[in-house]
């Protein structure tokens, strides 16, 4: 069953349909872009449409983490659902680091997600703020991903917000594959700003006290393009 429905995968995204060429910011898209290309990587050489479908998919799947984000490591397409994609692809990202010696944490949008996440999803926060899924609390989804992710890609501000979430379940994959990174390091970061902007999103936080969970906060939203509020940003 492999083989067909990884053609069919290959052809919309990047074969005949080309759906990445015609709408490089789909979302749904781009995480079947970098499943196939971790489904590639373990199979190559085993099943023949895999060697192509790999030369195709990882290089463009390299490329393109992440299209609704610059190097600042922001989202532009809603802040829930950049939390999912996060999340769901984190053991993608896993396959890839492991079988193909590909480490996604070292490019800068991976890197810089732990920013973006704690500045518009700050600890004690209701809600989202801007997309589609923005009125609801993600609960248990954050506190998993986040704490995923962190040990995907720590840094010192990542360590602090992962610290801060509870109540994730810890016998989904994106948690049991993640090699716990120190999380007793979680103070946080002395010199750390309480508001933030992404220029390049078209987006400002700011926060009477980002450590404080009982903070008061303004959020601004003006996406200029190649963003703007089409597909679930609006």
Not at 25 to 47: F, K, W
Not at 85 to 109: C, F, M, N, T
Request: overall charge negative; proline content about 7%.
């Amino acid at each position: 069953a492999i083989q067909p429905r990884g053609a069919d995968m290959y052809n919309d995204i990047i074969g005949p349909r080309s759906r990445i060429a015609m709408h490089p910011r789909v979302s749904e898209g781009h995480q079947t872009l970098v499943v196939l290309a971790a489904i590639s990587t373990l199979l190559a050489g085993d099943l023949i449409e895999a060697n192509t479908w790999l030369q195709s998919s990882l290089p463009l799947a390299i490329n393109a983490t992440n299209p609704w984000g610059t190097e600042e490591g922001g989202f532009a397409n809603g802040d829930a659902f950049g939390t999912r994609e996060v999340g769901e692809l984190l053991v993608p990202w896993y396959i890839l680091r492991w079988s193909a010696g590909v480490d996604l944490a070292q490019k800068a949008w991976v890197r810089n997600w732990s920013r973006y996440i704690a500045y518009f999803l700050p600890a004690g926060t209701p809600s989202g703020v801007f997309g589609d899924g923005a009125e609801r609390s993600l609960g248990e989804p954050q506190a998993r991903f986040a704490k995923g992710y962190t040990h995907f890609a720590p840094t010192a501000l990542g360590r602090w917000y992962a610290s801060q979430l509870a109540g994730e379940d810890r016998t989904r994959p994106e948690y049991l594959l993640s090699p716990l990174a120190d999380l007793a390091s979680n103070v946080f970061p002395q010199g750390t700003p309480n508001s933030a902007v992404f220029p390049s999103l078209g987006q400002a936080a700011l926060h009477s006290d980002l450590a404080d969970p009982a903070r008061t906060s303004v959020y601004f939203k003006s996406s200029q393009a190649p963003y703007g509020s089409f597909e679930h940003s609006h």
